[in-house]
């Protein structure tokens, strides 16, 4: 076996899809050598050729669209990270093969070139080493190196010796696996879609959430959602729940990523990602692409109903388009739980909400939610799920400020499996209606 656990006898096919280049390499050394040479040329191009500063530093990927104006050395972390995916889609491809019965992945396919953004060198936080890397496959193997040469301590056990971390692990393979969430390395991608995964089973996970309504057997009581397998829903579940409480203002998330995604947005001003054609400017790649659409003078997309000739510069527009259109949702869905009056828009239902019956924003959050009820209407969300040490914290705090003590109330969530919250999962339902929707005095 190999480093990440993937058999030394596999064949890898990893195409180049720089322009129109059509190089196919079975080795990860051959395939970067050969795309750090696109690189080289295109550094080259840039200073003997004096090109224009809307091509210099793109990157040519197919359906990428990814640009550094002058920063070229994060044009390179960036290719090199497409290397890296493209091995990933082919262990996926691989993987797949040896799953027959699996629904094939449904969704677009114009994401499979689409990567996180890459903005700073890869650097090993293990004990005494800080080695940095620009291409994530090295650095990936090097981090694995440390897994796989550390030594056992007296008790049988292996500490890992990333920095901060005082985790004791019982085998290698263990570690091995525990470093990856340090690193965030993924194992596997969809060479249909494009996602990663940390996994084999988030993997499949994948092409199962995409069967057929009616296999969907289990469902949320949240939010109604329904899923295919029990372990499904329970890891949906788990996303209902905050674990973090914004230091800036009363917004809790379930994640340290929503977390630092409403920082970015509410709380700071930085806008790093410019528009190469006009002064926009933005807070995330995302929307620069989305941008920079309208820049194009043919729309991108095109719905593909037959006899329909709708075309739009978003896919959501195509989506919506489609939805409201050819499947007929134009139904109000969206009802008001006070006046029953309903809505086809979510954000509709929200002005009356708040003109006609006076409701104020969720204490800390930026909008209201709505969730689907049996009868296919959705409704006003009045309850936030909080864990429990969150809960406590927000309760310290409060009787700090001289608060009453009954501003919330809790009780226990009840999992998946009918009992309540003696499971281990250590949740509670914090219903907050006079904390998260304020009613009319």
Same mark, same amino acid.
């Given at each position: 076996?190999?480093?990440?656990?993937?058999?030394?006898?596999?064949?890898?096919?990893?195409?180049?899809?720089?322009?129109?280049?059509? +190089?196919?390499?079975?080795?990860?050394? &051959?395939?970067?050598?050969?795309?750090?040479?696109?690189?080289?040329?295109?550094?080259?191009?840039?200073?003997?050729? &004096?090109?224009?500063?809307?091509?210099?530093?793109?990157?040519?990927?197919?359906?990428?669209?990814?640009?550094?104006?002058?920063?070229?050395?994060?044009?390179?972390? %960036?290719?090199?990270?497409?290397?890296?995916?493209?091995?990933?889609?082919?262990?996926?491809?691989?993987?797949?093969?040896?799953?027959?019965?699996?629904?094939?992945?449904?969704?677009?396919?114009?994401?499979?070139?689409?990567?996180?953004?890459?903005?700073?060198?890869?650097?090993?936080?293990?004990?005494?080493?800080?080695?940095?890397?620009?291409?994530?496959?090295? +650095?990936?193997?090097?981090?694995?190196?440390?897994?796989?040469?550390?030594? +056992?301590?007296?008790?049988?056990?292996?500490?890992?010796? @990333?920095? &901060?971390?005082?985790?004791?692990?019982?085998?290698?393979?263990?570690?091995?696996?525990?470093?990856?969430?340090?690193?965030?390395?993924?194992?596997?991608?969809?060479?249909?879609?494009?996602?990663?995964?940390?996994?084999?089973?988030?993997?499949?996970?994948?092409?199962?959430?995409?069967?057929?309504?009616?296999?969907?057997?289990?469902?949320?009581?949240?939010?109604?959602?329904?899923?295919?397998?029990?372990?499904?829903?329970?890891? %949906?579940?788990?996303?209902?729940?905050?674990?973090? /409480?914004?230091?800036?203002?009363?917004?809790?998330?379930?994640?340290?990523?929503?977390?630092?995604?409403?920082?970015?947005?509410?709380?700071?001003?930085?806008?790093?990602?410019?528009?190469?054609?006009?002064? +926009?400017?933005?807070?995330?790649?995302?929307?620069?692409?989305?941008?920079?659409?309208?820049?194009?003078?043919?729309?991108?997309?095109?719905? &593909?109903?037959?006899?329909?000739?709708?075309?739009?510069?978003?896919?959501?527009?195509?989506?919506?388009?489609?939805?409201?259109?050819?499947?007929?949702?134009?139904?109000?869905?969206?009802?008001?739980?006070?006046?029953?009056?309903?809505?086809?828009?979510?954000?509709?239902?929200?002005? %009356?909400?708040?003109? /006609? %019956?006076?409701?104020?924003?969720?204490?800390?959050?930026?909008?209201?939610?709505?969730?689907?009820?049996?009868?296919?209407?959705?409704?006003?969300?009045?309850?936030?799920?909080?864990?429990?040490?969150?809960?406590?914290?927000?309760?310290?705090?409060?009787?700090?400020? @001289?608060?009453?003590?009954?501003?919330?109330?809790?009780?226990?969530?009840?999992?998946?499996?009918?009992?309540?919250?003696?499971?281990?999962?250590?949740?509670?339902?914090?219903?907050?209606?006079?904390?998260?929707?304020?009613?009319?005095?």
């Amino acid at each position: 076996m190999s480093a990440h656990g993937v058999k030394c006898n596999v064949s890898l096919v990893l195409q180049c899809e720089w322009g129109s280049c059509t +190089y196919v390499s079975s080795k990860m050394e &051959d395939f970067c050598s050969h795309v750090s040479d696109h690189l080289r040329v295109n550094v080259v191009l840039k200073e003997e050729e &004096d090109m224009a500063c809307e091509d210099e530093f793109c990157c040519l990927w197919q359906a990428c669209g990814f640009f550094s104006p002058d920063k070229p050395l994060d044009l390179a972390r %960036h290719v090199y990270f497409h290397c890296y995916h493209t091995k990933l889609k082919q262990l996926g491809h691989q993987a797949l093969q040896n799953q027959p019965g699996l629904t094939p992945c449904q969704l677009d396919t114009q994401s499979r070139n689409l990567i996180p953004e890459v903005h700073d060198s890869f650097i090993c936080m293990w004990d005494q080493c800080e080695s940095s890397f620009d291409n994530a496959e090295w +650095y990936y193997r090097h981090v694995d190196s440390h897994g796989l040469s550390t030594e +056992y301590e007296e008790n049988k056990m292996l500490l890992c010796g @990333w920095k &901060d971390c005082d985790c004791s692990i019982k085998s290698r393979c263990k570690l091995r696996e525990h470093l990856r969430s340090h690193t965030q390395e993924k194992v596997v991608s969809c060479p249909n879609c494009g996602g990663m995964f940390a996994n084999k089973t988030k993997f499949y996970d994948h092409f199962r959430r995409q069967t057929s309504l009616d296999q969907h057997r289990f469902q949320c009581s949240h939010c109604s959602k329904r899923f295919a397998t029990e372990r499904l829903l329970r890891d %949906h579940m788990r996303n209902h729940v905050n674990h973090y /409480k914004c230091p800036l203002c009363d917004m809790t998330c379930p994640l340290p990523s929503t977390l630092r995604t409403h920082i970015r947005f509410r709380h700071s001003d930085e806008r790093p990602y410019k528009c190469q054609h006009c002064d +926009y400017s933005c807070k995330n790649m995302v929307d620069l692409r989305r941008h920079l659409d309208t820049h194009s003078k043919l729309p991108a997309y095109c719905c &593909d109903f037959e006899g329909c000739t709708f075309r739009a510069r978003s896919l959501s527009s195509i989506k919506a388009h489609y939805r409201k259109v050819h499947e007929g949702d134009s139904e109000p869905r969206y009802k008001c739980h006070v006046c029953e009056k309903c809505f086809t828009r979510g954000n509709n239902l929200t002005v %009356h909400l708040r003109k /006609k %019956h006076q409701f104020k924003w969720p204490s800390g959050h930026p909008r209201f939610r709505y969730k689907e009820h049996d009868d296919g209407f959705l409704r006003l969300q009045l309850v936030r799920y909080e864990s429990v040490e969150l809960t406590e914290a927000l309760m310290e705090e409060r009787e700090k400020q @001289w608060a009453p003590l009954d501003s919330v109330s809790t009780c226990l969530v009840l999992s998946p499996g009918g009992s309540t919250g003696s499971d281990g999962e250590g949740y509670v339902r914090t219903t907050v209606e006079k904390d998260f929707v304020l009613l009319p005095e």
